[in-house]
Structure formats: structure tokens, C-alpha cells
């Protein structure tokens, strides 16, 4: 075991222990039924026995019950879950007799203590890179097999990358995922950040305008879809992407310009004659 295994395996174990040393005691029991109920049944009691029953509680609760079996009356069931739960009562009062004289106290701890600010920042020198680097291929895997919400979780780390070019492609992608799920205030939220970012390519930027238009039109927020449109047909370099931005701006510009459709008034309340009849 290598020191680091060491480590990583003692911390898990306090972690755990000191979980355990803040809750109740939580027993199970397993049970049957063979002329009264039979804690712990052998496989060959349980081959005899209608009911088959597990509980799990403390001193004070039933938690949980998971049970099979033929048909039983209710008085039987009954009898079963006290049953069951009488055996919880007895080991948890055993466990704490254990503990009044073999525990140990409780560990001192501090997650702050002792932290190394050098280290850390080492790790993440190490470490950031590749999380990043795996992350965001993994999301454009999914992209590619319309692995549409795998694709967004994966694009998360890569959205925090201190590259501006990989965060803003990070961002572009989640905000196509979004687009695909039906999720547009998401996909606009996602292809909104991608014009915050100082260093993304003018391609990537173009391709977010040209999504956040879309994501617009869905919401019905014609001014901003059309706005993000122009932005596309006038600015951006690729001729196919600027022919398309005009025909949508063309199509939302048109919705524009149709009247708002007419609100029925609200109908008069009926008034009721004199004398209530």
C-alpha cells in the first residue's frame, strides 16, 4: 500500500466514524413466521415460513420495512413488525452497553487545520488542466452521440477552465446541449456567458449570438432574437452562418411587425336581482 493509499483509506475511515458517532444506533432484523415469529430464520425455517420480513429501526422508530411472503392475516403482520422491532431494541441497547466500556472518545478534528495553501495550489497547478481537458472531451463526446444532458454535466468543469478560449467553447456547447433539451432559458443563460469572456474566438462568439437567437425566438422574445441576429448578419466572417442569421432576423422582424392580437374584454358579472332571487 502506497503512502498516499495509506492516506486516502485513513480518511475515509475517520470520516465515517465520526458520522457514525453523531447518529442513533440503527439496527435490522430480519424475521419469519413459523408458528409465531423467528428472528434470524435459517433457509430452511424461511422455505416454511409465510412471511419473510426485514426491519430496520432504532430504540425509539420503525424506519423501514421490506417484507414478502403468502397471505397472512393482519394480526400476523402485526406481531411481526413488534417483533422485529423489540429485536432492533435489544441490540441497540447491547451496542450501547459496548460502548459505555470499549469506546473510544471521539477524534479531534479541524478540516482547516494544518491546510498548505503551497500544496494546494500545486494540485491545482497539476490537476486543473487535465480535469478540465478530460471533462470537456467528454462532453463533446456525448454531444456527438445526442448524449444531450450527459453532455451539459460533463461541460460544467470545463466552464470554470482559466483558458478563455476552452471556457467560452465550454459554454457554447452547454448552451447547444440546453437548445437540444428544450431547456432555453438555460441554453440562453449559457450562450449569454459565452459574449462575457474577453479571449473566445470570434467563431465561437458568432455561433452563441446565432444559438441565443434561437433560444430567444422559443421564448418568445422577439427583439432580443432579432438583435442577436444582426449582431450575427453583419459582423460574423462565415458567409453561411451570416445568410442564415439574415433569414431568421428577416422571419422574427416580420413577427414583429404583426399586430398584437386582440384581448377579449372581460365578460360583466351577472347581478343578481333585488331580493336575492
Not at 453532455?151 to 459554454?171: H, L, N
Not at 434561437?214 to 432574437?225: Q, S, V
Request: proline share 4%; charged share 25%; hydrophobic share 45%.
Amino acid at each position: 500500500m502506497t503512502q498516499e493509499t495509506a492516506i486516502f483509506a485513513g480518511g475515509c475511515f475517520w470520516c465515517t466514524e465520526a458520522v457514525f458517532q453523531s447518529l442513533e444506533g440503527v439496527e435490522s432484523v430480519e424475521s419469519g413466521y413459523i408458528g409465531g415469529s423467528v428472528a434470524n430464520p435459517t433457509y430452511k425455517q424461511l422455505a416454511a415460513s409465510p412471511l419473510e420480513i426485514v426491519i430496520a429501526g432504532t430504540e425509539d422508530a420503525v424506519l423501514m420495512v421490506e417484507s414478502g411472503g403468502r397471505e397472512i392475516s393482519e394480526e400476523q403482520m402485526l406481531e411481526a413488525l413488534a417483533f422485529g422491532h423489540e429485536q432492533c431494541k435489544q441490540i441497540a441497547r447491547i451496542q450501547k452497553e459496548l460502548a459505555a466500556q470499549a469506546g473510544k472518545p471521539q477524534w479531534a478534528f479541524d478540516a482547516k487545520a494544518g491546510a498548505d495553501p503551497a500544496l494546494e495550489a500545486r494540485v491545482k497547478e497539476l490537476a486543473t488542466a487535465k480535469v478540465v481537458k478530460a471533462s470537456f472531451d467528454a462532453a463533446n463526446a456525448a454531444f456527438k452521440k445526442n448524449q444531450w444532458k450527459d453532455a451539459v454535466t460533463y461541460a460544467v468543469p470545463a466552464t470554470d477552465s482559466p483558458d478563455d478560449a476552452i471556457r467560452a467553447e465550454a459554454w457554447l456547447l452547454t448552451g447547444e446541449s440546453e437548445l437540444k433539451l428544450k431547456r432555453h432559458a438555460a441554453a440562453a443563460k449559457a450562450f449569454e456567458e459565452v459574449g462575457t469572456i474577453p479571449g473566445a474566438d470570434a467563431a465561437v462568439r458568432y455561433r452563441a449570438l446565432a444559438g441565443l437567437g434561437l433560444a430567444r425566438e422559443e421564448l418568445k422574445d422577439w427583439r432580443a432574437a432579432a438583435d442577436a441576429y444582426d449582431q450575427v448578419a453583419t459582423k460574423s466572417t462565415d458567409s453561411a452562418l451570416k445568410q442564415w442569421a439574415r433569414d431568421r432576423a428577416a422571419i422574427v422582424k416580420a413577427r414583429l411587425k404583426q399586430p398584437a392580437p386582440a384581448t377579449k374584454p372581460a365578460a360583466k358579472p351577472a347581478t343578481k336581482p333585488k331580493g336575492g332571487q
